[in-house]
C-alpha cells in the first residue's frame, strides 16, 4: 500500500514544505491543498506548494487516501470538521502539530469512524506563512508517529514511508510519552527564550539599542527562538499544558540550584554543570542534528 495522492490543509511552513517535498521527493503523488486563508491560497497557488490549491476543504480533500492537518494544533478540531464531508471511504487523515495527546482527541472526536494516525515532524523554522516552505525541510529530521490503540498497522507503515520519503527518520511513540519529550527539548527552550528575551525589552537603565548591538554575547540565539510563530505557540502551550508545567517546575529548581551556587561562590558546582552541559552539545553535532560553525548553519535553515 503506497500512497497516491495526498491532501494538505494548512499551506504554512510545515503544509508548504511537505507540499514542495512531496513533488521534489514522491513525484508520482497528486497534491492537493486548502487553507482558510485566502490569500495564503493565492500565495500557495503562485509557489505551486501543491499541484492543485481548491477554494474549499471539502474538494480538496475528495479524491485523496493520505491528508495531512498542518494548522496550529488549537485549530486542528475546526480543519478536521471542515475536511469531514469530503472524506472518500479508505483515508488516513494524520497530522503534523507539535503536541500528540490533546491533537488525537480532538482529531478522533471531529472524525468517528475514520482512520486517524498523528504525527509530528521534529523539524520547522522560526518562520511561517505560504513563503515560509522548502522541500527540503525534513531532510535528516526526526518524524515521531504516534498511533493511537488498535490502529492498522499496514496504514502506519503506509505512513512511516511516506515520511522516509521525504527524508525523515521515523519513530513511533506513545502520544502521552511524545508529549513529555518534546516538553523538554522544544516546548520548554521555546518559553524559556520568550522569557529572556521579554525581560531584556523590559528592562530599565540598559537600552534596547544595548541589547541589539551587544547581543552577539548569547542573547541573539535566544532571539531567533523567540520569533516564532505566536499563535502557533500559544497553542502548543496551552495543549500540552501537564507536560510543560511539570518540566517548567523542574527547570526553576535547577535554576535555583544553579543561582545557589552563584551566592554561595561554589565554582565547582557550576563548572561541573557547564561541563556536563557541554557534553550534550557535541552529542547533538555527532548526530547531525545540528552544526558546529558558529552560527548553527542557520544561514542556511534551521529546526525546530
Ligand atoms: P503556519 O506557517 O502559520 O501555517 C499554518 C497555516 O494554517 C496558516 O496558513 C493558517 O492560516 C492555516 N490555518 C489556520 N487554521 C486553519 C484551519 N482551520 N483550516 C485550514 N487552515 C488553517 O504554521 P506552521 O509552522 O506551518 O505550523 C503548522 C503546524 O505544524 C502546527 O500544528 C505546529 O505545531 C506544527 N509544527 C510546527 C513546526 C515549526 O517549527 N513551525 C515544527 C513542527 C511542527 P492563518 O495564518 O490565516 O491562520
Known amino acids: 500500500m503506497s500512497v497516491q495522492a495526498v491532501a494538505i490543509i494548512g499551506l504554512g511552513l510545515l503544509g508548504g514544505s511537505t507540499g514542495l517535498a512531496v513533488q521534489q521527493y514522491l513525484p508520482d503523488v497528486t497534491t492537493t491543498g486548502w487553507d482558510t486563508d485566502p490569500a495564503t491560497r493565492a500565495r500557495a497557488a503562485e509557489r505551486g506548494l501543491v499541484g492543485t490549491v481548491f477554494d474549499s476543504a471539502a474538494e480538496a480533500v475528495a479524491g485523496a487516501d493520505l491528508v495531512i492537518l498542518c494548522v496550529p494544533v488549537g485549530a486542528m478540531s475546526a480543519a478536521a470538521a471542515a475536511i469531514a464531508p469530503g472524506l472518500q471511504s479508505g483515508v488516513v487523515v494524520s497530522d503534523v502539530g507539535s503536541s500528540k495527546q490533546t491533537v488525537a482527541k480532538a482529531l478522533a472526536e471531529a472524525l468517528p469512524g475514520i482512520a486517524v494516525i498523528p504525527a509530528h515532524p521534529v523539524a520547522g523554522t522560526e518562520r511561517s506563512g505560504p513563503d515560509a516552505g522548502f522541500a527540503a525541510l525534513f531532510q535528516q529530521r526526526w518524524c515521531i508517529i ?159
Do not use: C
Open 146 to 304: 504516534t498511533p493511537p490503540e488498535g490502529a492498522d498497522p499496514a496504514q502506519v507503515q503506509t505512513l512511516s514511508a511516506f515520511w522516509e520519503a521525504l527524508g525523515a527518520k521515523v519513530e513511533v511513540m506513545d502520544p502521552q510519552h511524545h508529549d513529555m519529550v518534546l516538553a523538554v527539548t522544544s516546548h520548554l527552550p521555546h518559553l524559556i527564550a520568550y522569557t529572556i528575551v521579554g525581560t531584556a525589552d523590559d528592562l530599565e537603565g540598559v537600552t534596547q539599542g544595548e541589547v541589539i548591538k551587544y547581543s552577539a554575547g548569547g542573547f541573539r540565539d535566544f532571539t531567533r527562538i523567540a520569533a516564532s510563530d505566536p499563535t502557533m505557540w500559544r497553542d502548543v502551550f496551552l495543549s500540552n499544558k501537564d507536560a510543560v508545567l511539570d518540566m517548567l517546575q523542574r527547570f526553576t529548581e535547577d535554576l535555583t540550584a544553579l543561582q545557589k551556587a552563584i551566592r554561595v561562590g561554589d565554582g565547582e558546582k557550576l563548572f561541573e554543570h557547564f561541563t556536563r552541559t557541554r557534553d550534550i552539545r557535541r552529542s547533538i553535532i555527532e548526530l547531525g542534528q545540528d552544526d558546529a560553525r558558529p552560527d548553527f548553519g542557520r544561514s542556511d535553515h534551521g529546526s525546530s
